[in-house]
Nanobody, 123 residues
Framework: QVQLVESGGGLVQAGDSLRLFCAASGRTFSTYNMGWFRQSPGKEREFVATISPSGGYTYYADSVKGRFTISRDNAKNTVYLQMNSLKPEDTAVYYC????????????????WGQGTQVTVSS
């Protein structure tokens, strides 16, 4: 089973940028669609972005379109989330996960999950 480890979270001010990393183990990383989700205290986990195995297709939640960019480097077994123009409402624990389907936007389409990295945006 693939193991995922997120990193890159931190405390920033509104308007700042942050880049998240998701490092995957194993030799099958390039066969997975990858996604980013986030969860705030007292709220349901919500979809953020997803990317196809080759990186040719991406899809974003309306709340982050134009601000966030998902990308991947299969040679490094890593997926990234570039977060620009951050807002306080972006504060959450961010998780990466694997999927066998394209454009998966709900948790039920994802199989393997990391432990998350905290992102806090102050006003």
């Amino acid at each position: 089973q693939v193991q995922l480890v997120e990193s890159g979270g931190g405390l920033v001010q509104a308007g700042d940028s942050l880049r998240l990393f998701c490092a995957a183990s194993g030799r099958t990383f390039s066969t997975y669609n990858m996604g980013w989700f986030r969860q705030s205290p007292g709220k349901e986990r919500e979809f953020v972005a997803t990317i196809s195995p080759s990186g040719g297709y991406t899809y974003y939640a309306d709340s982050v379109k134009g601000r966030f960019t998902i990308s991947r480097d299969n040679a490094k077994n890593t997926v990234y989330l570039q977060m620009n123009s951050l807002k306080p409402e972006d504060t959450a624990v961010y998780y990466c996960a694997t999927s066998r389907v394209v454009r998966g936007t709900t948790e039920r389409f994802y199989e393997n999950w990391g432990q998350g990295t905290q992102v806090t945006v102050s006003s």
